[in-house]
């Protein structure tokens, strides 16, 4: 890791890809990079992330944004003294999708005291943009009960 990562803690990918009963494992979201400033992940785009017309669903987009920059505003802060909820999120769905795989990249726009902002760019398969969402985090210091 270079002196300037972002990590407080830097988890494995095998750590990012072990949660399971969730919405990430049920949309089959798997953590494919974590680099020095961002997290990235892909979504497949199939029966469980189809809207009724055969296309990647904007609430999966949204998901999978979520996912990725709630992932990465975590691994920001000592969680032994912080916890971070999301505040805000939005989207602009760009391109459809059919089938395959879609790439998300989230990386910090603003990391503060009390929160960040992070960017989710997602792609095809031919990187072309499908979406762009913007997360807003809330960083809170946990209860000393």
Known sequence: MTANAIWHRRPSLAE???VKNTMIDYLGIEMIELGDDFVKARMPVDHRTHQPMGLLHGGAS????ETLGSTGAMFCVD?????????EINANHIRGVRDGW?????RPLHRGRTTQLWEIRITDAADKL????RLTMA??????A
């Open 16 to 18: 990012l890809n072990s």
């Open 62 to 65: 949204v998901a999978l944004a």
């Open 79 to 87: 969680l032994a003294k912080f916890n971070v909820v999301g505040l």
């Open 102 to 106: 879609v790439i998300g990249t989230a």
């Open 130 to 133: 499908v979406c762009i969402s």
């Open 139 to 144: 960083v809170l210091e946990k209860s000393a």
